[in-house]
């Protein structure tokens, strides 16, 4: 992936501004969650996404069961859980991809209960989504074309008035050109998708969802499958979109993508926000810090064939080390019990017997 940073909004093409959009400074924004309280369900002084009573079931389990949720506008809200809390399984529900049993839903006051995918991108709501193996023979360029067919202000009637269609192709086109310069990536225009880099992806996956020019924009887990390397360039991506005004919604496993990009944090376990915080004192939260100890300690640890943590395991190892590291930097003692956990739960040293546990 190139490692450009974003262009800035001025230096882009009209064809790609968002003038309806006001972005906030970071000062406007540490100001606004300095207000908020850290509790589940929270009030936010302007939201742009609510939800109530939301709840979706698979056969007897409850995946998602959110009695009230608000997304800020114009910020960076991330949303973080143990696997199976259901983040994924809610990103489908208020983009219209899945049917609750039960909730109702906003975005700027509108009800988006009854709306097919289509139709909440048209309202200004979309979220990305992976490669399929059809996108992957298209070029690049086609990719992106691909996201404009439902663009907002695109009405019906258009469709029975051909004369109007090369006009509006070639918008498309010049849109998709615009913002492929956007993600650098329009030395890619004819390639192949399925030939582009896991970063590439994401960045193809970002531009795909601006084309419909939308206010919300929900990406889940944006770094996966990207090189570390690169990492830093796709966060200055997502960044770009606050500064667009954009409001992101992103789910993510990285707490340190979690803590650098977010402007607040939302927990979901077991299908229900147990938390919300600024990123920076989630640590101090235990029902968060009981949720993932909970979470690894039902799951298999996994080892290559040297002994090195590998998938899920390699991301706890990375976060004990992290959690050694800042217990010696504050002068602690790691042979003292951690404080918030009352029984030996996890053994933060992978050993021969790990495979062992449940
Ligand atoms: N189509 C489905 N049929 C049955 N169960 C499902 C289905 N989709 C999700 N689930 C279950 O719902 C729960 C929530 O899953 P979901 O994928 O939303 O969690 P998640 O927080 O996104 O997890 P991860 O971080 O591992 O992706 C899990 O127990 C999962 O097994």
Redesign the pocket.
Known sequence: MPSDTPQTSTSRTSTIATPRLTALSAEERAQIFSTVDPLPGSAKPDAIITVDGITRK??G?T??DVAHLEIQRGAITGLI??????????FNLITGFDKPNTGTWSLNGDPLGKLVPHQVSRRGMVRTFQLTRALAKLSVLDNVRLGGRHQRGEHFLAALAPWTWSKQEAEITERAHALLRRFRLEEKANDYAGSLSGGQRKLLEMARALMCDPEVVMLDEPMAGVNPALTQSLLEHIKSLREDGMTVVF?E?DMDVIRDISDWVVV?AQ?TVIAESLPDRLGDNEAVVDAYLGGHHDQALEFDADGNPVGETAVLAHEVDEAIEETLQAGGDLSAPPPTVTSPRHDPTPHDDAEEKP
């Open positions: 698979f056969g389990l995946a998602v859980g143990p696997n199976g809390a259901g983040k994924t399984t809610f789910v496993h979901m299908g």
